[in-house]
């Protein structure tokens, strides 16, 4: 049995996340892994657990969050999940 490094538990069904930097996290559930690993929106504080918006290197949750922040990208920034291709 593997341990969830975030909450303790000791868990059969653990998995490991190996990340891009080469690093491998143990977690017993996709809910310690989001609250280790996601990004944080720097306008809302809000995990980014799903498709968020990278501008600049920064990263927001959403489109309105990101032109809060950065105004100099204006209308360029939107949302694109669902977004039929032209």
Request: hydrophobic share 35%; net charge negative; proline share 2%.
């Amino acid at each position: 049995m593997a341990t969830c490094e975030v909450c303790g538990n000791d868990y059969w069904m653990a998995f490991e996340v190996r990340t891009v930097s080469g690093d491998v996290h143990t977690f017993d559930s996709f809910e310690c892994a989001i609250h280790k690993l996601a990004p944080v929106c720097e306008h809302c504080d809000v995990k980014i657990a799903g498709h968020g918006v990278e501008v600049n290197g920064r990263f927001f949750c959403c489109g309105h969050c990101a032109r809060s922040v950065e105004t100099s990208q204006g209308a360029e920034i939107r949302d694109a999940v669902g977004a039929r291709p032209a």
